[in-house]
């Protein structure tokens, strides 16, 4: 079946420091890759968003990169502040037929001061 | 509250209770979807539905049970038959993208913990 692997499930990293997480999706119909950071006790939270269509978006510190052929996609987040500590989770869907997300497994990251 | 809200925010389920969860939208979103999130397995999806009558099973639906007379409502019933049902649930909207996309992504409620008692 689809499924979205995530990688690494822990990540620390000084503060100051990039922080990067990999996804691989299976289902090759995705174009539509989402990121959710999800504080302790909290609701997810959409972050940063990628289609299909193009290979790298970036907002401010985070940025996400996009290679369909290895269906890979990955955010990288820069100059890392104790309150990027969170849970990240990728995910891939589709934007036409079936309207859900399949999300990968999470990523703890934890930024030390 | 974000425009879904989940309730209760706590629920205690006794053995052979079925239970009730409520979610509401009011963000006109025509797709609702119930995830189970367990602690290192991430997000999986029990039920969505993409239309108000109309839902679907996703990874993990046996013993739950949906319904969607409504289009802001989107209630999750975990039966007697749901083994392990303590776990931390979560409700999600999105805008349906086949009316054109717009890349919002998913809204989720604030969550309902259920522990069996």
């Known amino acids: 079946g689809e499924n979205v692997e995530q990688h690494p499930s822990t990540l620390s990293v000084q503060e100051g420091d990039s922080a990067v997480i990999k996804c691989t999706y299976s289902?090759?119909?995705?174009?539509?890759f989402p990121w959710y950071k999800q504080e302790l006790g909290k609701r997810p939270q959409l972050i940063i968003d990628i289609r299909s269509n193009v290979g790298e978006k970036k907002d401010q510190r985070i940025a996400v990169t996009l290679n369909k052929t290895a269906k890979h996609f990955s955010l990288h987040i820069t100059e890392t502040q104790p309150e990027d500590s969170a849970v990240y989770f990728c995910a891939a869907g589709r934007t036409s037929g079936t309207y859900k997300y399949i999300f990968g497994t999470g990523t703890r990251l934890k930024v030390l001061a | 509250d974000g425009g879904i809200t989940q309730s209760p925010k706590y629920l205690f389920r006794k053995e052979g209770q079925n239970v009730t969860l409520s979610c509401e939208q009011n963000?006109?979103?025509?797709?609702m979807y119930w995830y189970r999130q367990d602690p290192g397995q991430g997000l999986r999806l029990i039920y969505y539905s993409q239309i108000v009558n109309d839902f679907q099973k996703g990874d993990i639906a046996e013993g739950y049970s949906v319904s969607r007379e409504k289009k802001e409502s989107f209630p999750l019933t975990v039966t007697s038959a749901q083994k392990n049902p303590t776990a931390f649930y979560l409700c999600?909207?999105?805008?349906?993208?086949?009316?054109?996309?717009?890349?919002?992504?998913?809204?989720f409620g604030s969550g309902t913990r259920l522990t069996v008692v």
């Open positions: 999600a909207s999105s805008i349906d993208p086949g009316q054109g996309f717009r890349g919002y992504g998913y809204t």
């Open positions: 289902d090759s119909a995705s174009n539509y």
């Open positions: 963000l006109n979103h025509d797709a």
